[in-house]
């Protein structure tokens, strides 16, 4: 389960024409697990009803401070939250917040809160801009709130600047970065690669495979739900980066072992799930190779470096990275194969897959897997691969805390 699965959160919705896109919001926070309590100001009711949240949350969503039950609801939506998160926040809603006001039942419950309080702006970039409201937002951030955003765009007034609600998705991010600090992994640092490799031919052409980058990306996130300080290393791909990661982009095989050496070397754990190309062109053309008709182009192909074996060799004498997981694309039986890459590299744990399989090709959103440590051997059904980041990332988390699992089929 996610960092967000069985928390509470509630909800702040101000009065903007952005207060359309905190429904998405709410309702990816609910199919994450989350209990969402959504309070709506007066002005934001006149963008989106209460019943809007109610539909998509299943739970209460609240707009009068003097309704039923108001004079303790406030206490106990501030006490019982484990998250106080506002999108939108406009320029007026902050100014109240950093001055202490308190008239309305979003502003009462902030006061209550014992929680932490992120704030997403959203707002004409002039206002953003302004000094009091810049005042303000360092005011609160001084009292430890938390910023998101704003991003650049077009704003309402058909104006372009910074001031954008940041997307619901990007802010879910942050909130399971947020509630996941404190996990397992807490105080942990673990190196995660994730895509392909793309070795030149020439300044046009490359050599390449089809991974997408989703499951390294999939670990990424799984490992940030856990506490993790994460450093993704990955290889071109168009995914975007798991809020709280940092994100370090490469181009070929040699690349990716330059950041990986130097990211893993203090590392407590790397997954190595990048597909790096296993070979490249041995002497890449400097301009663009023509197409001449009838004429044949032979690529004499060398070796890529083998970064998991000089992680490995190295590990041997600094101890680091304390756990090393490797992955293994293959086709028929991936089980052998993996068996083998465990004890001639001096891995950890092996997650190998058919990539031949129905549902566990490079690019999908499910894989069936095989995870092989020295002594057990689990085959894992056909899952989403942010299901078999969790599978891995327990087996991370067991492996850095010494416990050992029985053997299972």
């Not at 609801?73 to 006001?101: M, W």
């Not at 300080?229 to 040699?254: F, H, I, K, Q, Y």
Request: aromatic share 2%.
């Amino acid at each position: 389960m996610g960092s967000l699965s069985g928390k509470r959160i509630v909800l702040g919705v101000a009065g903007s024409i952005a207060a359309y896109k905190a429904a998405d919001l709410a309702s990816r926070l609910t199919q994450e697990g989350a209990r969402v309590d959504a309070i709506l100001t007066a002005a934001a009711t006149r963008f989106v009803s209460p019943l809007t949240f109610r539909s998509v949350t299943g739970r209460p969503a609240h707009a009068d401070l003097w309704g039923e039950e108001a004079h303790v609801l406030h206490v106990s939506l501030g006490h019982e939250a484990d998250l106080l998160l506002i999108a939108p926040a406009t320029a007026d809603l902050i100014a109240k917040l950093a001055h202490g006001l308190a008239d309305d039942l979003l502003t009462v419950s902030a006061l209550a809160a014992r929680c932490p309080l992120v704030l997403c702006p959203a707002m004409d970039a002039g206002m953003w801009e302004h000094p009091a409201t810049r005042a303000n937002v360092e005011t609160l951030k001084s009292r430890g709130a938390v910023f998101i955003g704003p991003v650049e765009g077009r704003m309402a007034s058909g104006l372009i600047g910074t001031g954008r609600l940041v997307e619901p998705e990007e802010i879910l991010g942050h909130a399971r970065t947020l509630l996941g600090a404190k996990g397992p992994l807490a105080g942990r640092s673990v190196v995660v690669t994730a895509g392909p490799t793309h070795e030149p031919i020439d300044p046009v052409r490359f050599v390449g495979n089809r991974s997408s980058g989703r499951q390294g990306f999939a670990l990424a996130r799984a490992a940030l739900d856990r506490g993790a300080r994460v450093t993704l290393v990955t290889g071109p791909s168009p995914l975007p980066t798991p809020a709280g990661a940092e994100r370090v982009d490469v181009e070929t095989a040699a690349g990716m072992r330059d950041a990986v050496l130097a990211a893993s070397a203090s590392a407590d754990a790397l997954l190595m799930a990048a597909a790096v190309a296993d070979f490249r062109p041995e002497s890449p053309a400097g301009v663009k190779v023509k197409k001449r008709s009838k004429e044949r182009l032979t690529l004499s192909l060398v070796a890529t470096p083998d970064i998991l074996a000089e992680v490995g060799a190295r590990r041997k004498k600094t101890k680091k990275p304390r756990v090393l997981v490797g992955f293994a694309a293959e086709t028929g039986d991936p089980s052998v194969e993996a068996r083998r890459k465990l004890v001639s590299k001096g891995l950890d744990l092996v997650v190998a897959n058919d990539v031949t399989s129905p549902g566990a090709s490079f690019g999908g959103p499910t894989n069936r897997v095989v995870l092989v440590d020295a002594s057990t051997e689990e085959r894992l059904p056909l899952i989403s691969k942010d299901d078999v980041a969790e599978a891995v990332l327990d087996r991370v988390v067991a492996m850095l805390s010494g416990v050992r699992r029985s053997r299972r089929g």
